[in-house]
């Protein structure tokens, strides 16, 4: 399954465009490596995914084409949400290129 469909039928992310534009901008990983809006997404990826100064890491547990809200969470398992003062995440970001 297409990561920004994963995002969005997880709903991780409420809308696909959403889901596509944050990938594009370099916010998604699968394991450990970036991630295209494109990137395949198979049950037991890990994913990491920076929300302004809140990161989510996720295992994926299910692929479903659709599925209802209630439904939704059983797709994934958080790992892990860290907040990231303002900029931290984005300075360390820039020293690493």
């Known amino acids: 399954m297409r990561l920004d ?3 969005k039928v997880s709903r991780l992310i409420k809308r696909r465009t959403v889901a596509k534009d944050v990938s594009d901008q370099g916010r998604v990983w699968i394991n450990g490596k970036d991630a295209k809006p494109s990137s395949a997404v198979k049950v037991g990826d890990e994913l990491k995914i920076q929300f302004g100064q809140k990161s989510v890491t996720v295992r994926v547990e299910q692929l ?17 949400e860290e907040m990231h003062p303002k900029n931290d995440f984005w300075q360390s970001k820039e020293t690493e290129a």
């Not at 479903?64 to 892990?80: F, G």
């Open 64 to 80: 479903s084409e659709s599925t209802r809200k209630e439904d939704a969470a059983n797709m994934y398992t958080l790992l892990k």
């Open 5 to 7: 469909k994963f995002l």
